[in-house]
């Protein structure tokens, strides 16, 4: 059983880019003002506009590799044929068209009187740096030979989004004197039966200052020597503006997540974030046992108008095996006869 989740934050959030196709915002100041007064009124919407919006992290213009964002387009006519390509050089043939060769990672629907494409920046197609234009082109079915056409530039980026779990160690088991209970037997315990022993560990996560993360998630598969590990888990939440569940519970794996509303009071910007939950396995408590746990599907979620997903980057360490000694097979006191 999984007992208890514990969870400390470090970490800076962020704005997400607007979809895509829209006007964008135009910053600059216009008119007769100095270079000075110029500077002055950028450093002023800088600090109104607070860290959040300094440096906007794995948006749509500026993908995290392996993440996911949609692309949307206002159409002029629900009627009329559309087209999206994906293209390295606009002088050039496409390199991706959508329509002609559909792509596992990019999918591309009409809802309502939108036109929409969903892409995920996979690691074996893109790289960090190289600049390509999502072109959309859209056909009057009445000609057939009028076409309105569209780009825009995207970048991917380095994927900053990580978990690790910690490394391996030692000690000893929940029912040691000084551990959890400060537990002292009875004289009419029996110490070498089966008990359900607690075991805790922690996972990382760590990302980009201004990736505004509202939820990150990952698989667990356990195992045990010389001992039995217990199901279902359950979990205790203990922060004021972050949740946790466990779900997907199948044998010895489950999914832990953890969801962060940015928008309590408590929140504080983070750049890092710790999950820590325990195991129970079932074993003589006077034995010595290890448990290894196995993380894995690393997923953060973020945005503002839509969800987006980024796949961790898988650099991290993702298993930890912890030894869990015994406690003395300690005899009963007895009464020396004088």
Known sequence: MIREIKHSTKAQPNIWGRLLFSPSFDGGVRGGLSVWAKLFLLTALLLLAGPRYASAQ????????????????????????????????????????????????????????????????????????????????????????????????????????????????????????????????Q????????????????VDMSTDLNHVVKEWSFDVSVSATDASYVSPPSIVSTSTFKSYAISNVIGNSFKVTVSIDITHGDYLPLAADMVEFEVDVSDRIIDD??????????????????????????TGNHSQTRTIFGIPNTGKISVAQN
């Open 58 to 185: 794995n948006s749509s213009a500026a993908p995290y590799i392996d993440s996911k964002h949609l692309y949307r387009v206002p159409m002029g006519n629900t009627g009329n044929d559309v087209v999206w390509e994906l293209s390295d050089n606009l002088a050039q043939a496409a390199d991706y068209n959508f329509t002609d060769t559909p792509q596992d990672w990019a999918t591309p629907t009409i809802n309502g009187a939108n036109a929409e494409i969903q892409i995920k920046f996979v690691n074996a197609s893109f790289s960090n740096g190289q600049t390509w234009y999502l072109v959309y082109s859209e056909m009057d079915t009445g000609s057939g030979t009028c076409t309105a056409k569209r780009s825009f530039e995207i970048k991917p980026v380095t994927n900053l989004f990580n978990i690790t779990a910690r490394g391996n160690d030692y000690g000893c088991n929940s029912y040691t004197f000084g551990g959890d209970d400060y537990q002292v037997w």
């Open 289 to 314: 046992v290890t448990v290894t746990i196995v993380v894995d599907k690393g997923l953060a979620i973020s945005g503002n108008n839509y969800p987006v997903e980024t796949d961790e980057l898988g």
């Open 187 to 202: 004289n009419t315990d029996d110490l070498a039966i089966n008990r359900t022993n607690g075991i805790k560990f922690s």
